[in-house]
């Protein structure tokens, strides 16, 4: 049973223009949640996170919208830039500091110039 | 920012070898790591929970015996895949998060990963 899921395996995306990475949950005893970037053979890197209690945060050209009642989650990145291009996981966890993160399948974001 | 140590990046033995992997946080104390596996092209699966001075918590389907844990100290954690074979050939993953600090203001952080194959 997949807890948070990415439908969208990839994305391709004009460089200026706005990368949509989406994401769904089904646990709703989620109550934080996080966007993470990857590139090959690297740990994930953390971009930016929200918590239940938001429905938005932007950090820079980072922006997460929280949509508790659909369970979806969505990052945005405006203006998209060449170094954007990598794979994003989207993951939620709970509240304790010992909560597991349960990560979704990632979207490969490739920017074209 | 707070940064985790792997150690080593990318490792080649033979099978039925022991491999050991180390995690570290450099600049904080984590009483919880996290250790997960990646295979190409998919998520990162949790494999464990590592808690300082006690058990691991294991994921379902991973073997307690051949993924042995040890997290003797509040900045490392050890993953050591014993009788390692072909298909446990993958990238390892470790993740610690400040104990510290908020929970709200410190998300988990990773190290750069473990690229383990076996011949």
């Known amino acids: 049973d997949q807890q948070v899921k990415q439908n969208s395996p990839s994305l391709s995306v004009q460089e200026g223009r706005i990368s949509i990475l989406n994401c769904d949950y089904t646990?709703?005893?989620?109550?934080?949640f996080l966007w993470y970037k990857k590139y090959p053979a690297e740990g994930p890197t953390f971009l930016i996170s929200i918590s239940s209690i938001k429905d938005k945060n932007e950090d820079g050209r980072f922006t997460v919208f929280l949509n508790k009642s659909a369970k979806h989650l969505s990052l945005h990145i405006v203006p998209s830039q060449p170094g954007d291009s990598a794979v994003y996981f989207c993951a939620a966890s709970g509240y304790s500091s010992a909560s597991k993160i349960i990560f979704g399948s990632g979207t490969r974001l490739s920017i074209r110039p | 920012g707070a940064v985790v140590s792997q150690h080593p990046s990318w490792v080649i033995c033979k099978s039925g070898t022991s491999v050991k992997i180390e995690c570290r946080s450099l600049?904080?104390?984590?009483?919880?790591m996290f250790w997960y596996r990646q295979f190409p092209k998919q998520s990162l699966m949790l494999m464990a929970t590592s808690n300082e001075g006690s058990k691991a918590t294991y994921e379902q389907g991973v073997e307690k015996d051949k993924f042995l844990i040890n997290h003797a100290s509040l900045t490392l954690s050890t993953l050591t895949v014993t009788s390692a074979h072909p298909e446990d050939s993958s990238f390892y993953i470790c993740?610690?998060?400040?104990?510290?600090?908020?929970?709200?203001?410190?998300?988990?952080?990773f190290g750069d990963g473990t690229r383990l194959s076996i011949l």
């Open positions: 993740s610690a998060r400040d104990q510290a600090l908020s929970f709200l203001n410190q998300p988990q952080h």
């Open positions: 600049d904080f104390q984590a009483t919880t």
């Open positions: 646990n709703s005893m989620f109550d934080y």
